[in-house]
């Protein structure tokens, strides 16, 4: 609700927000044919932060690289997925 707020003060009218799964949505969804750009915002590891604690950014756990393999595994999957999609840019953001 919030986005689209921001888009209708905007007064933006060609974006649909939609509230779903990107990784289950279908690049072959006919409602989607002409998405032409794609917003890429994945969820941040927060590992390059530099105003961390030096004692936090030393900290290399097993658990904590673990997490960021995850996390780095799941950004790779949903940047695959955008390009399926055919758009003419794929914005990525983290």
Excluded: W
């Excluded at 032409?36 to 097993?62: E, F, H, T, V």
């Amino acid at each position: 609700a919030t986005m689209r707020k921001l888009l209708a003060n905007s007064r933006v009218r060609n974006v649909e927000c939609r509230h779903q799964d990107f990784l289950t949505t279908s690049p072959d969804d006919p409602d989607l044919s002409g998405v032409q750009y794609i917003l890429l915002d994945p969820s941040c590891s927060g590992s390059g932060l530099l105003d961390r604690p030096q004692s936090q950014r030393s900290a290399k756990s097993a658990r904590e690289r673990q997490r960021v393999r995850t996390l780095s595994h799941f950004q790779l999957q949903m940047l695959r997925h955008a390009l399926r999609f055919g758009a003419r840019r794929v914005v990525y953001s983290t």
